[in-house]
């Protein structure tokens, strides 16, 4: 499944937030800086003990970027979309962490084994930001999946500007062209840049801070990640 259900009221609060400009962005200019895995591994056994199962999962995560490193730019999309896609098995927040609406961090994601829409393109997005994808390449974007009639998040890949975004979903394991995703109607995108609204390669507002984004970025670096705010 998606994400939440879709109701007037999600899209009168989106519209309102999009009108008073409170959606406001941060970016990630340091997110290519390498990550040492043996600090992240401490940092996590320290917060959650010993790791068990999760541990594998995040060691695959490390050889994952060590062997996509070398790919070239559609290979590591399929390489980082197909890796979460199969390591990670969909779960709403409310089940996991107990709250409607949960930004997780990928780490957190990986120790639970679990997330939704949102977490897969929030690693997808770290993860290709560290293999060298420049933001402005990316998008996180926040569509309508019609088949369920929810709210659902993606990452989109822009080869150019002016380019056919390619989305990577994790209802999907293949990547389409937007036009071959039917069943999803854009609301907007963000990334380091800016705020998108659909059809527009205009932005709708500057980078400045997201206060959930914001939240996740701080989440990050106590984990041991080098994220800066660009």
Known sequence: MPHRQ?????????????LSGCILLIGVASALA???????????????????SAKPRILAWEAQIKTSSTSNEMDKLTEVNRFFNRQI???DDIKVWKQNDYWATPMEMLVKGEGDCEDYSIAKYFTLRRLGIPSE????T?????????AHMVLT???????????????????????????????YAFNAEGLYLP????????????????????????????????
């Not at 879709?6 to 999009?18: E, M, S």
């Not at 507002?205 to 997201?210: A, G, I, M, T, V």
């Open 34 to 52: 390498n990550w040492d895995f043996d600090v992240i591994l401490q940092k996590a056994e320290s917060r959650y003990g010993t790791l068990g």
């Open 142 to 150: 926040y569509v309508k999946a019609l088949n369920y009639n929810q």
């Open 89 to 91: 098995r969909f779960t």
């Open 199 to 230: 059809g527009s390669n205009s932005k709708k507002s500057d980078s400045k801070r997201l206060s959930r984004w914001q939240d996740l970025l701080k989440k990050m670096r106590t984990e041991g990640f080098a994220i800066g705010e660009g």
């Open 137 to 140: 390449k990316l998008r996180i």
């Open 157 to 187: 890949y822009y080869a150019s500007p002016g380019a056919e975004p390619l989305v990577m979903d994790n209802l999907i394991n293949q990547i389409k062209p937007a036009s071959q995703r039917k069943d999803l109607l854009p609301v």
């Open 6 to 18: 879709l109701t007037y009221g999600w899209f009168k609060r989106l519209k309102r937030a999009l």
